[in-house]
């Protein structure tokens, strides 16, 4: 099945920009989703990419992906400390009936 | 926000009592998860449902029965609760499943520690 990977920490000085990364093993994974957690609250979809494309933009999100690597990664840009916060990447295809797979989760934690 | 309420949201029970955790919707979404969050384990997908009486496993489905008799509701149940249950919980819901893009959204989760 279905293998996602990112890296477990980040941390970042306020008004820098963030990249968290992310891989994924099963080259038909068809949807690529950003979610946020916040502490003691449940997760968030912040963004999504189909796989027929390589980048999405949404305000200080940008998404790249890299179909041929299977690579995704989440740009934050003038990251702010409000975006402190745990980042799951999930990869979704066919073969899993479209139901996301997720990874570890990035802590992103933000400097003052 | 979605309507997703989880209850309760913290237990604590003892190894070998049976738990149910409750998930409760408003949305009318066809599709119903259960999901645990662990350290170093990220989200885990437990149990879902495609419709009433409708249910399938996830990745990590031992240990765990589920039930829906009602769209709105989705119970989680640990027959026999284990040290290794001890998680936080979450319940997720979406219009959509099975046939393309799929967005979960989710409830506030439910603390469970079994002692």
């Known amino acids: 099945g279905e293998d996602v990977e990112q890296s477990l920490f980040l941390s970042v000085r306020e008004g820098d920009s963030s990249v968290i990364n992310c891989t994924y093993t099963?080259?038909?994974?068809?949807?690529l989703y950003w979610y946020k957690q916040e502490p003691g609250a449940g997760l968030q979809l912040l963004t999504y990419?189909?796989?027929?494309?390589d980048m999405k933009q949404d305000q200080r999100l940008t998404v790249l992906l890299n179909k041929k690597d299977k690579h995704l990664s989440l740009r934050i840009a003038d990251t702010q400390t409000g975006d402190s916060a745990i980042y799951f990447c999930?990869?979704?295809?066919?073969?899993?009936?479209?139901?996301?797979?997720f990874g570890r989760g990035t802590s992103l934690i933000v400097h003052p | 926000d979605a309507g997703i309420t989880q209850s309760p949201r913290h237990k604590v029970t003892e190894t070998g009592t049976p738990v149910t955790l409750r998930c409760h919707q408003t949305?009318?979404?066809?599709?119903m998860y259960w999901y645990r969050q662990d350290p170093g384990h990220g989200l885990r997908l437990i149990h879902y449902?495609?419709?009433?009486?409708?249910?399938d496993k996830g990745e990590v489905s031992d240990g765990y029965s589920v039930s829906r008799s009602k769209t709105e509701d989705f119970l989680l149940t640990l027959e026999s609760a284990t040290s290794s249950q001890t998680s936080v919980y979450f319940c997720?819901?979406?219009?959509?499943?099975?046939?393309?893009?799929?967005?979960?959204?989710f409830g506030p989760g439910t603390r469970l520690t079994v002692l």
């Open positions: 997720a819901i979406s219009e959509k499943g099975g046939s393309g893009h799929n967005e979960q959204f």
């Open positions: 099963d080259s038909s994974s068809t949807y």
């Open positions: 990419i189909f796989s027929n494309m």
């Open positions: 999930a990869a979704a295809a066919s073969g899993g009936s479209y139901i996301p797979t």
């Open positions: 949305e009318n979404h066809r599709y």
């Open positions: 449902s495609y419709g009433v009486k409708d249910t």
